[in-house]
């Protein structure tokens, strides 16, 4: 049995195989991928040399691929123009911010939503909640990814390595007091968008004297609900590169 045969039983039943077969050349290419060679495109797609090569030729009549003279292909304008095409019809902060208030309504403080830029962390929106005494994260600010709540759940679903980040992976949330800020506590779960790559963290924050341990702990499903939905809002039914603390909480 050749690859393609073998990977038949991957394409989606009733669908066109060969239009599945180009989604996914498409899709092999990762944030920061400027090119890839026939046979990383091929190993990425799960299909064999000579397919790959006969669909990226297609796809490159319609300017989504564009071949190397030195061999290899990369993303072309028309990939380029869909993708903007569908931010431009989709926008995440509408989605975003009506999550942040429900968060706040639930728990009574202060939601925010991180995302991550190269190795700092930043907020893109907030939602004060109605405590006369709360916590501020300010919009734009780039703070570290590693220390507080938001940017270690960002780690985490990047894949960073070690005990700390594994556990976080595990039960899809995390908690700090007074990590990055004295006197501030935090909760946070991942988010997920398009193809269920990392989009950024969702937390509540508030002071540490209100916000004990216990207490965060018992926002915890609450947290992670939220970011569960707001991920599939985002990202669309499950599929097999859905990670496996979006679908169910770990106490």
């Known amino acids: 049995m050749n690859k393609d045969s073998q990977t038949r039983t991957m394409d989606s039943p009733g669908g066109v195989i060969a239009v599945t077969r180009a989604l996914r050349i498409l899709e092999a ?9 026939l046979a990383e495109l091929s190993r990425r797609a799960g ?14 009549l319609s300017g989504y691929l564009v071949p190397k003279e030195e061999g290899g292909w990369r993303l072309g ?35 925010a939503f991180y995302v ?7 907020c893109i929106m907030r939602v004060e909640g109605p405590q006369p005494i ?4 300010r919009m734009g600010a780039l703070l570290p990814l590693d220390k507080g709540s938001p940017g270690r759940v960002i780690l985490a679903f990047s894949g960073k390595s070690g005990k700390l980040y594994e ?4 039960r899809g949330y995390h908690l700090s007091i007074g990590e990055r800020e004295k006197g501030v506590a935090t909760i946070s779960a ?4 398009l193809n269920w790559k990392l989009l950024g963290s969702v937390c509540i924050s508030g002071p540490a004297e209100r916000l004990p341990k216990k207490r965060l702990e ?34």
């Open 47 to 60: 299909l064999n040399k000579s397919t790959t090569l006969r669909l990226a030729r297609t796809l490159a």
């Open 167 to 170: 556990t976080i992976r595990q």
């Open 218 to 251: 018992g926002y915890a499903k609450i947290v992670v609900q939220a970011a569960n939905q707001l991920s599939y809002a985002l990202a669309g039914a499950a599929t097999a590169n859905t990670p496996r603390t979006v679908s169910t909480w770990h106490p």
């Open 29 to 37: 290419f990762d944030m920061g991928d400027t090119w890839l060679s």
């Open 116 to 122: 991550r830029e190269g190795e700092m962390r930043m």
């Open 77 to 111: 304008p028309s990939a380029g123009w869909l993708g903007a095409r569908y931010q431009a019809g989709f926008d995440v902060h509408n989605v975003v911010e009506p999550m942040l208030l429900d968060l706040s309504q639930k728990t009574g403080e202060s939601t």
């Open 134 to 137: 709360r916590h501020h994260p």
């Open 190 to 193: 991942p988010v997920f968008s």
